[in-house]
């Protein structure tokens, strides 16, 4: 089985900077795109921020010029480096991956982690 960890939430003032961390492990065979979603209360989530495995990044309007997403493929970890946050940016951040458990499978899986909480002071 596959487990997305995050790491890196917290609580930061306004204008501060945060990194977020997510790792995947378990066994497969490999691991397509990664990204970044939020979630505020009552909310849908919604994409951060994405990068494949041959480094094609995509950003929210909202975080373009302040984060950056990037990826280790041999580590299979991805890294969310948050600069000048916002009030706004306060949610609840998951991982997700793209997943592929055996080559001989046909399509690559969704995987998120449990989420780690970013929090803004103003």
């Known amino acids: 089985q596959v487990q997305l960890v995050e790491s890196g939430g917290g609580l930061v003032q306004a204008g501060g900077s945060l990194r977020l961390s997510c790792a995947a492990s378990?066994?497969?065979?490999?691991?397509?795109?990664m990204g970044w979603y939020r979630q505020t209360p009552g909310n849908q989530r919604d994409l951060v921020a994405s990068?494949?495995?041959?480094?094609?990044?995509n950003y929210a309007d909202s975080v373009k010029g302040r984060f950056t997403i990037s990826r280790d493929n041999a580590k299979s970890t991805v890294t969310l480096q948050m600069n000048s946050l916002k009030d706004d940016d306060t949610a609840v951040y998951y991982c997700?991956?793209?997943?592929?458990?055996?080559?001989?499978?046909?399509?690559?899986?969704?995987?998120w982690g449990k989420g780690t909480l970013v929090t803004i002071s103003s």
């Open positions: 990068i494949t495995d041959r480094g094609r990044t």
């Open positions: 997700n991956a793209e997943v592929k458990i055996r080559q001989t499978q046909l399509v690559y899986m969704n995987y």
């Open positions: 378990g066994s497969f065979f490999s691991v397509r795109a």
